[in-house]
């Protein structure tokens, strides 16, 4: 959901699909528009694309004019189309009462071995996850994102069984990709949708800029993503020598199909695009679907269901198909999170425990470790130099003699990769040995084989600008002068110059790696609809060793270490597939329970999680939502907040949905009720209350999904200053009584505008404890914004 982390500035774009068409007369006045019809009227395909047909020609007058203007036609998971209008044709049709929105095009972006073991996620037993739910043989998993690089080996299908007969899906040939050749009995579907973002704005040029007009990838996203959620076993793989071991997928036995809508023209995917690539999944018939991609602050609509993603979604999670999604790369600013429907299950991005250590020995002999991807050699002993202008990303207008033939140490505030990028081409271009980046923690790191590039917090990188000047100042002044200074910052050091030695890249694992939710991560609370808790789960995006093409800048024998949302969202996709696999008719709603209230509250070792930022924090809801997910608990939950296409509805009537609206998406007349439903009573495994003044009483239904004769008693963890009740506080649970509900009742002792505070209210049998994170904010004076 956000973009992927670029390593480096890397324009690249793709080529028109060859079948694509677009008129440059009309261009300056037509934008591309998604016409959305809501359930589809017809189950005949070609009656539905008929019926779009028809609507078009009475607004353009002629057959030739509905040719050009439309883009697409949705008619699997549900109706509409995309079509290039004036904005006044598009009001024209917004006004017949057959249509729910029309929506203009939006652009999505994406969002960039040892995981599993981490996860505790290993098929090394007969009673693991993993070989419970055979490696997710059965399932097939929709992926959309920018295509596959078919020959890597994690696309192996040796001792794979037929296709499932239900797939209706196929391989579409093109460019460097023949569908009967390249697709396999892993790899069942390929296809490719770029006639949105044709239309958007018009043709690519092939002569400036590549890309493949088929499901190939370019650039290796879409790999790594797929390749994360289901690759083969494939042992002995490492990245520049560090993360040495097997790579797999998290379903290793999954069958994958690739939907390629996102393309480098321009780092985006075209939302109409991405809900046909969505479309057609529902009907070749996938069972769950990830999605690497989302939008920026502002929101388009302050109903989640006018954002495309969105919509395409809900018509999939009705359908029984879970779909998984990045929570974007925003972060660490509050309420940066995208993908906040409540029926997606929204991805953020943790580290590993695994770190990258490099030594950075100084001449006073102290040795500091920083963190690089750096496969050396050693770089011994050089200069080590602060230039005049020590800002990363003005390195350039020091003269290149103050920067030739040493080390240059360079301060940056920034979170993004870009400082890094400008600081490494700066001293390059300069004759420079290599660069120390002082920065806050941001987990991006830049691999490089013979030039280092290592980061450091602000307090190390201080350390060593204290060094350089205390060798400077020893060179000009007494001895009796240095030793003063010396006192003061506790430097020594023999050499009349500073110098330093860069040893190569080393992999550290578990302790004393802490885990930690990255910096890029975006965070809660949403801000649609803040009831709705998002990030629902946390899973590691950093560092995340997987398959990539060979056109990929840092492809090392076809993989590569990519940092994301993006990358965490596919682990969750792998175990959503397990989980469907294990337990075929839970709903989506039930398996995103499953994986909420059984997630770590600390690291796999018993270590608290901490949130990356401006300053490091303890992480709360808003960071990593349940927590860190837990595969093997989520097998196993106890008991299950579940939902149905109902439940979701009275959302929409809560968020003021219009009866029309709704029954138009649904194909059923629908009426909201009276009273309208609240917000707070949405069956979701969480309580998120925005605006407490005095009190609330809210309610939530839990599903026995564990052992049928089972007694759980409610334990309360209260936010501070908060009094939380719940009524009753013993559940027993037998054949007759599997459903049962309890109602919360949420007081505030706060007399003025608070943050959020945080608590959780767990559900416990002994065996299962089924915990809901608590998230409340006081506001004695509403919609009120407090800059003190």
């Known amino acids: 959901m956000g973009q992927t982390i670029i390593l480096v500035a890397i324009i690249l774009i793709v080529v028109m699909n060859a079948q694509s068409t677009f008129v440059v007369g009309d261009a300056a006045e037509r934008k591309v528009y998604v016409v959305y019809l809501g359930e589809k009227e017809h189950d005949d395909p070609a009656s539905v694309t008929e019926y779009h047909h028809q609507m078009l020609w009475s607004l353009l007058g002629s057959k030739e004019s509905v040719h050009d203007s ?15 209008l004036t904005e006044s044709q598009a009001q024209q049709l917004s006004e017949l009462p057959e249509v729910v929105h029309v929506i203009p095009n939006t652009l999505y972006e994406l969002t960039t071995t040892r995981t599993w073991d981490y996860l505790g996620l290993s098929p090394g037993t007969s009673k693991s996850l993993v070989h419970k739910a055979d490696m997710g043989r059965k399932i097939i998993v929709g992926v959309i994102d920018t295509g596959v690089w078919p020959e890597s080996e994690m696309y192996n299908d040796k001792g794979y069984g037929p296709i499932p007969s239900r797939w209706k899906g196929s391989c579409e040939s093109g460019e460097l990709f023949n569908g009967s050749i390249h697709c396999n009995k892993k790899l069942i579907g390929a296809k490719y949708f770029v006639d949105g973002l044709v239309a958007e704005i018009g043709d690519f040029d092939r002569a400036e800029n590549a890309e493949y007009a088929s499901p190939r990838d370019f650039n290796g996203h879409g790999t790594h993503v797929s390749s994360t959620i289901g690759g083969s076993f494939l042992p002995g793989v490492s990245y520049l020598g560090l993360g040495r071991g097997t790579v797999k997928g998290g379903a290793p036995g999954v069958r994958l199909a ?5 393309w480098l023209q321009s780092g985006s995917c075209s939302g109409a695009d991405v809900l046909k690539a969505i479309d057609e999944a529902i009907h070749d018939g996938v069972d769950v679907l990830s999605l690497s991609l989302g939008s920026k602050v502002p929101l388009y609509s302050e109903t989640d269901v006018r954002e495309l993603t969105s919509v395409g979604a809900f018509h999939a999670v009705a359908k029984g198909i879970p779909v998984v999604a990045a929570a974007g790369n925003d972060g660490p600013s509050a309420q940066t999170i995208s993908n906040v429907a409540p029926w997606i299950l929204t991805v953020a991005a943790t580290t590993l425990d695994r770190s990258f250590p490099t030594a950075i020995t100084l001449g006073n002999n102290i040795t500091i470790l920083g963190q690089a991807i750096f496969a050396g050699p050693e770089l011994g002993y050089s200069d080590l130099t602060y230039p005049q202008s020590g800002d990363c990303q003005k390195l350039s207008a020091n ?17 993004s990769v870009t400082p890094a990028v400008d600081a490494i081409i700066a001293v390059r271009n300069a004759g420079g040995l290599g660069v120390i980046i002082a920065r806050n923690p941001t987990h991006l790191l830049l691999p490089s084989r013979n030039f280092p590039s290592v980061a450091v917090d602000f307090e190390l990188g201080t350390d060593i600008l204290f060094y350089i000047r205390s060798t400077r100042y020893h060179s000009s002044h007494s001895p009796n002068t240095f030793m003063n200074y010396h006192n003061i910052f ?17 992999t ?5 790696v802490a885990t930690k939710v990255a910096t890029f991560s975006s965070r809660g609370p949403s801000s649609i609809s803040p009831a709705i808790l998002k990030p629902d789960i946390a899973a590691p995006g950093v560092n995340i060793l997987a398959a990539t093409s060979l056109n990929d800048s840092f492809s090392v024998n076809g993989f590569s270490m990519k940092s994301g949302t993006s990358m965490a969202t596919p682990v969750v996709s792998g175990i959503v597939v397990l989980l469907k696999s294990l337990h075929p008719h839970w709903s989506p709603s039930a398996i995103k329970s499953a994986i909420v209230t059984t997630a770590w509250k600390t690291d796999p070792s018993g270590e608290p999680i901490f949130a990356d930022g401006s300053s490091r924090k303890l992480a709360d809801p808003f960071d990593y939502g349940g927590g860190l997910v837990n595969p093997e608990r989520a097998a196993k939950p106890g008991l299950v907040y579940d939902m149905a296409t109902h439940d979701y509805v009275l959302y929409l009537c809560a968020a003021d949905y219009s009866d029309m609206s709704i029954s138009r998406v649904l194909g059923k007349a629908t009426v909201c009720p009276t009273p309208k439903p609240w917000v707070l009573d949405l069956n979701l495994p969480s309580i998120t209350i925005p605006n407490l003044r005095d009190e609330v009483t809210l309610t939530r239904t839990v599903t026995n999904v564990g052992p049928l004769n089972s007694v759980y008693k409610v334990v309360i963890n209260p936010p501070t200053g908060v009094n939380v009740g719940v009524t009753p506080t013993t559940f027993v649970f037998n054949s007759t009584a599997t459903k049962l509900s309890f109602t919360v009742r949420v007081t505030t002792t706060h007399r003025v505008n608070t943050g959020y505070f945080f ?11 089924v915990a809901i994170p608590l998230s409340v904010r006081t506001q004695i004076l509403p919609r009120y914004y407090d800059e003190n």
């Open 70 to 84: 439309i883009v697409y036609s949705y008619r699997h998971g549900f109706s509409g189309f995309a079509a290039k």
């Open 399 to 415: 003269p290149n003699n103050t920067m030739e033939g040493k080390v240059v140490l360079c301060f940056t505030r920034e979170t």
């Open 490 to 506: 506790g430097f020594f050091s023999l050499a009349r110059s500073p110098i330093v030695k860069i040893g190569a890249s080393r």
């Open 759 to 769: 608590g959780s209210l767990t559900w416990s049998d002994n065996m299962h404890n």
């Open 508 to 512: 550290l694992v578990a302790r004393p």
């Open 258 to 262: 690739i939907y390629k809508a996102c």
